[in-house]
């Protein structure tokens, strides 16, 4: 099954509460995207809402199975700093817990480095939480490790993990 990929689309109330909802359900499936479970739709709301409120200069691709359900999400940041222009940081990057396993997420960055490369951008920049093996999820599609905070997310007393930062280089080699 495919994914139809919608960039920036209107951010109706109800695409927002659809997103909110996948946003809680990743929590809660041990997704890191800024929460640890438990939480509920009230809790991720607010910040949900920020990001939302963000969107113009960020950017929002969604993707959707094919019977309409919102299944992948990614934010495209702008850093809004003249000097980091040419590229952008991937945030909640995220696929519904039922539907991992289908390659879903790598379609989504596939996608999101398409979009870049049309943009024009230099390249993509993403953050993640270790300890959960994500570094060669992305490593697969590219990205290569270039940063990491030891324990600089505290998701329990005593349970400090890193925080990893992934770049993919969008720039033409031979240039």
Same mark, same amino acid.
């Given at each position: 099954?495919?994914?139809?990929?919608?960039?920036?689309?209107?951010?109706?109330?109800?695409?927002?509460?659809?997103?909110?909802?996948?946003?809680?359900?990743?929590?809660?499936?041990?997704?890191?995207?800024?929460?640890?479970?438990?939480?509920?739709?009230?809790?991720?709301?607010?910040?949900?809402? *920020?990001?939302?409120?963000? !969107?113009?200069?960020?950017?929002?691709?969604? +993707? /959707?199975?094919?019977? @309409? &359900? %919102?299944?992948?999400?990614?934010?495209?940041?702008?850093?809004?700093?003249?000097?980091?222009?040419?590229?952008?940081?991937?945030?909640?990057?995220?696929?519904?817990?039922?539907?991992?396993?289908?390659?879903?997420?790598?379609?989504?960055?596939?996608?999101?480095?398409?979009?870049?490369?049309?943009?024009?951008?230099?390249?993509?920049?993403?953050?993640? *939480?270790?300890?959960?093996? !994500?570094?060669?999820?992305?490593?697969?599609? +590219? /990205?290569?490790?270039? @940063? &990491? %905070?030891?324990?600089?997310?505290?998701?329990?007393?005593?349970?400090?993990?890193?925080?990893?930062?992934?770049?993919?280089?969008?720039?033409?080699?031979?240039?």
């Amino acid at each position: 099954m495919s994914l139809r990929f919608v960039l920036d689309p209107e951010p109706t109330p109800a695409l927002r509460e659809e997103v909110t909802a996948l946003w809680t359900e990743v929590s809660n499936a041990g997704g890191a995207v800024g929460f640890v479970p438990p939480v509920t739709v009230e809790d991720v709301r607010p910040v949900a809402e *920020r990001q939302f409120a963000a !969107l113009g200069p960020d950017r929002l691709l969604v +993707g /959707y199975e094919p019977d @309409g &359900r %919102v299944v992948a999400v990614v934010f495209f940041e702008d850093l809004r700093f003249g000097l980091m222009d040419h590229w952008r940081l991937l945030k909640r990057v995220m696929v519904h817990p039922e539907s991992q396993g289908r390659g879903y997420g790598t379609h989504l960055l596939a996608e999101a480095e398409r979009v870049a490369r049309e943009w024009g951008l230099a390249g993509l920049k993403l953050t993640l *939480r270790g300890g959960h093996g !994500l570094e060669e999820f992305y490593r697969r599609s +590219g /990205y290569v490790e270039v @940063g &990491r %905070v030891p324990g600089a997310i505290r998701v329990a007393p005593g349970d400090d993990r890193d925080d990893v930062t992934m770049w993919l280089d969008l720039r033409d080699p031979a240039v």
